[in-house]
């Protein structure tokens, strides 16, 4: 369990960070919001709108340089909207190629009349990246989709669709770590921090892809996390696959436990069993550490007010610690990929370039595979 000899104060510092988890929402919570109005109205003085500035901030990545000085204010504005709603088509599925002639025929030309006041964008389009056109971006926020009557069929499809797993919605950064992982059906994979599960359910996709029908995969997922309210949600998740590949842990991710695995097979015999017993190192790591989240910014806005410099140092310390630990359970030649929703160098190129320096790895920079 999580919660083992030698978790310390790492082990709190993770939990802190799953219970202080946002909402894609935006909206105050009740707390605020109980000294408005019940009808909503400005009148009352005491009530707000979300402050979408923070000097600090600005003045951090300002120095930062993450992106050129006469593109800050575009850079910013775009932080302030809400985002779009994306969700992907599940490969695997029976009916994959119908969902994408309904969303091609039907509505991306129903939708368009309802896309953003006057302007001429497409109401939902495939995401031109992804392999397939299996993934799809919509022009609406979350909070569209469920208010605008308009959009009611859409949203009633969305909700069907990803509940018996033809489906998930996942945001279209979210969709990008495991396509850098290269999976195999015949790979071990390990998703070291893989709660609520989108991505592990991306993997598994991607696992069952080039499977042939009615048959299973040779390799398989292996999803931990360390809070056991969030591995439900993963299991949760995960379980619209119906697969057999996938096992769910809870474990601290920086001192996930080493496993063990028979080759030789169920025939063996018991002392083949005894004496055959290997390692087991993965071929693919997936590691999406624990992170100050202000690339989430435009889904959680309540982070412009609480945002300050020590949230992404305050990690700096536990993302170093499971990055080797992924690299340490990783094979010779395998491939692990470190991602975060942070804007932040302190949990992205310092990280790597400590863990670089540490473990002494080659490096595969992914710039440009995908097109």
């Excluded at 695997?92 to 129903?110: H, R």
């Excluded at 470190?338 to 790597?352: D, G």
Aim: hydrophobic content about 35%.
């Amino acid at each position: 369990m999580g919660g083992g000899r030698g978790g310390g104060n790492r082990s709190r510092t993770q939990r802190k960070h799953f219970r202080d988890g946002r909402a894609n929402v935006w909206k105050r919570p009740k707390s605020d919001s109980s000294s408005s109005e019940p009808n909503g109205s400005s009148d009352n003085p005491t009530w707000q709108p979300f402050a979408t500035q923070n000097a600090a901030f600005d003045e951090y990545y300002k120095e930062q340089g993450i992106v050129p000085p006469e593109e800050w204010d575009t850079f910013v504005e775009i932080l302030r909207t809400p985002l779009p709603a994306a969700f992907r088509i599940n490969s695997s599925s029976q009916f994959c190629e119908d969902i994408k002639l309904q969303l091609e025929n039907d509505f991306m030309k129903s939708l368009h009349a309802e896309a953003t006041d006057g302007f001429e964008v497409e109401a939902i389009r495939p995401l031109p990246w992804y392999p397939d056109n299996l993934a799809w971006h919509s022009n609406f926020s979350r909070m569209q989709l469920r208010k605008n009557q308009a959009l009611e069929r859409f949203h009633e499809f969305l909700k069907l669709e990803n509940e018996i797993g033809n489906i998930t919605r996942q945001e279209a950064v979210s969709m990008v770590p495991p396509l850098f992982l290269d999976v195999q059906p015949d790979k071990f994979i390990l998703d070291m921090c893989a709660a609520p599960g989108s991505k592990t359910f991306q993997l598994l996709e991607i696992l069952y892809q080039s499977t042939k029908p009615g048959s299973l995969p040779d390799g398989m997922v292996i999803a931990n996390d360390l809070d056991v309210q969030r591995c439900n949600l993963l299991i949760h998740q995960t379980k619209r696959m119906c697969t057999a590949n996938l096992m769910v842990t809870n474990n601290e991710a920086q001192q996930f436990p080493g496993c063990r695995i028979n080759k030789i097979g169920l025939k063996a015999s018991k002392t083949e069993h005894e004496t055959h017993l290997s390692q087991l190192l993965f071929d693919r790591v997936l590691c999406d550490v624990p992170c100050s989240g202000d690339g989430t910014l435009r889904k959680a806005p309540d982070l412009w007010r609480k945002w300050n410099s020590g949230m992404g140092n305050g990690l700096h310390n536990l993302q170093i610690q499971i990055a080797m630990r992924g690299l340490s359970l990783l094979k010779i030649g395998g491939r692990m990929v470190y991602s975060t929703c942070s804007m932040n160098p302190i949990e992205n190129e310092a990280v790597v370039a400590e863990v670089t320096h540490m473990a002494s790895v080659s490096m595969l920079f992914c710039l440009g595979i995908i097109k």
